[in-house]
C-alpha cells in the first residue's frame, strides 16, 4: 500500500525567511501525483501545489514550491518569504492515477514567527 | 466558480444517537465526492467516496454509511453514534478530469 511520511512533526520560520518541509513516499506506481495542502486554524484543507510524476519540471505557485525527487521518492515543500499567514499544518498527499484513495501524511505544523 | 458547503459547522451528540451530515458542491456537475475524517492530531482517511448519484464505495467498514441521493448532494450517516466517532468530518470533491481535490469547511462532531 501506498505511504506518505512526514518526518517534522513541526517547523518554525522567521517571518521573511524560507523553510522546507520534508514529504517521502512509497509507490511502485508510475503515473501518481502529488499535493502540499494547507491547513490552518479555520481547518479548512486548502490546496497549495500540486505536481505530476511525469513532470520532471518542479511546481511553483508564487512564493511556493516543491523540489520533487522522483528516484528518491521526496516530494518537498519550499516557503520563500513567509508570512505569518503560512502558519497552518501542512500535509502531504499522494495520488495514483485514476484512483479515488487521496493519501496523505500526518502533516507538519509549521510556526512562523514575527 | 465552484464552491463547497457543508453543515452543520458543529454538533455535539449524545452517544447512541443518530447522524446526518450534509455536503453539498455548486457550479460543477457530475462530481466526484469525498467523505473524510480527521482524528486529533492526525491526518485525513477516507471514509467513503461517490462517482455518481447512487453509487457508494466504502473504504473504511464501521457505523458510518454514506448517500448521494443528488448529483451534487452527499450525505454521511449513523444510525447509532459511538465515542469513537468524534472528529473532524471533511467532504471534498473533484472533476472527472482533474486528480486534485478541493475541500469544503468541515464539521466538528464531539458524540458525549
Known amino acids: 500500500a501506498q505511504t506518505v511520511t512526514q518526518s517534522q512533526p513541526e517547523m518554525s520560520v522567521q517571518e521573511a525567511e524560507t523553510v522546507t518541509l520534508s514529504c517521502t513516499y512509497d509507490?511502485?506506481?508510475?503515473?501518481?501525483?502529488l499535493f502540499w495542502y494547507k491547513q490552518p486554524p479555520s481547518r479548512q484543507m486548502i490546496l497549495v501545489i500540486r505536481?505530476?510524476?511525469?513532470?520532471?519540471q518542479n511546481a511553483t505557485e508564487n512564493r511556493f514550491s516543491v523540489n520533487f525527487q522522483k528516484a528518491a521518492k521526496s516530494f518537498s515543500l519550499k516557503i520563500s518569504d513567509s508570512q505569518l499567514g503560512d502558519a497552518a499544518m501542512y500535509f502531504c498527499?499522494?495520488?495514483?492515477?485514476?484512483?479515488?484513495?487521496?493519501?496523505f501524511g500526518k502533516g507538519t505544523k509549521l510556526t512562523v514567527n514575527p | 466558480s465552484q464552491t463547497i458547503h457543508q453543515w452543520p459547522a458543529t454538533l455535539v451528540q449524545p452517544v447512541g444517537s443518530p447522524l446526518s451530515l450534509e455536503c453539498t458542491v455548486e457550479?460543477?456537475?457530475?462530481?466526484?465526492l469525498y467523505w473524510y475524517r480527521q482524528a486529533a492530531g492526525r491526518g485525513l482517511q477516507l471514509l467513503f467516496y461517490?462517482?455518481?448519484?447512487?453509487?457508494i464505495s466504502s473504504e473504511v467498514p464501521q457505523n458510518l454509511s454514506a448517500s448521494r441521493p443528488q448529483d451534487r448532494q452527499f450525505i454521511l450517516s449513523s444510525k447509532k453514534l459511538l465515542l469513537s466517532d468524534s472528529g473532524f468530518y471533511l467532504c471534498?470533491?473533484?472533476?472527472?478530469?482533474?486528480?486534485?481535490?478541493?475541500f469544503g469547511p468541515g464539521t466538528r462532531l464531539t458524540v458525549l
Open positions: 461517490s462517482v455518481g448519484i447512487g453509487q
Open positions: 457550479g460543477t456537475s457530475n462530481p466526484n
Open positions: 471534498a470533491w473533484r472533476a472527472g478530469s482533474y486528480n486534485e481535490q478541493f
Open positions: 498527499a499522494y495520488v495514483e492515477g485514476g484512483s479515488e484513495k487521496l493519501v
Open positions: 509507490t511502485s506506481e508510475s503515473d501518481y501525483y
Open positions: 505536481q505530476e510524476a511525469y513532470k520532471q
